[in-house]
């Protein structure tokens, strides 16, 4: 079964506009046709299409030149896989043979609250390490990721953190086995994501805690996977 929300006709109009690149053949760099050619082409409304296109530049997969028209910037990428498979943002972008990258970082050494340190087994006051950063898959906002992990497991890990948070936890001696995860679907403006330009993006949160083989919790994490980008499916059995 496919978890999925609701789709909004800018939704469907991105993936018949994405449907018209591949059956054209274009590629990165090939102008789209006009704003008129497409209202006539798919049978929608300007201002439909306007909120579309302006998504798709905020998500780095077309560019807007003044006085030129709007360009294929990146081939969109569609990377799959089971809300089951416990698998690294770094590792979804290299399956499907795109380039994982960080375009943005932050760590800030923050003390935990309360509600943090129940999460993570610790005290209230401890010292943890919050990681924000952007993912991208050849260079189109794939996922944006808010980790927060107990200063202790970082310095056991020699303080670096690398593309992989699933690296880091091995260095440290402590293999992930398994997360407790609730999801939802939410919308990101610039305010909350400035990379997303003047636009904004349906993204699907991931709020979980990861735990290693002794049932110990390793992070507590924030994670926003580009709707865009990610597809996940989901096994259910009846009991």
């Known amino acids: 079964m496919r978890l999925s929300v609701e789709r909004s006709m800018s939704d469907k109009i991105q993936d018949s506009l994405l449907t018209m690149i591949r059956e054209r053949k274009l590629k990165p760099g090939d102008q789209i046709p006009t704003e008129i050619e497409l209202c006539e082409l798919l049978g929608v409304g300007r201002s439909s299409l306007r909120e579309a296109v302006a998504q798709m530049i905020s998500h780095g997969l077309l560019e807007r030149v003044q006085g030129r028209g709007t360009f294929i910037r990146q081939i969109s990428l569609k990377l799959q896989g089971g809300l089951d498979d416990l698998m690294s943002v ?118 979980e805690v990861d735990f290693d083989q002794s049932g110990q919790p390793l992070c507590y994490s924030n994670d926003y996977y580009n709707t865009s980008i990610f597809k996940f499916d989901l096994v259910r059995k009846r009991r």
């Open 90 to 207: 770094t590792d979804m972008i290299k399956s499907v043979g795109a380039v994982p990258s960080t375009s943005r970082i932050q760590m800030d050494t923050i003390a935990a609250s309360e509600s943090l340190a129940e999460k993570l087994g610790i005290q209230a006051g401890d010292a943890c390490l919050r990681i924000e950063r952007v993912r991208r898959a050849d260079d189109a906002i794939a996922a944006y990721c808010i980790d927060t992990i107990p200063k202790t497991l970082f310095d056991a890990a020699d303080g670096e953190l690398g593309e992989s948070l699933f690296g880091m936890f091995a260095r440290a001696g402590r293999r992930l086995s398994h997360t407790h995860t609730s999801i939802q679907p939410t919308i990101l403006t610039p305010r909350d994501l400035p990379e997303l330009g003047d636009g904004f993006g349906l993204f699907l949160l991931l709020d």
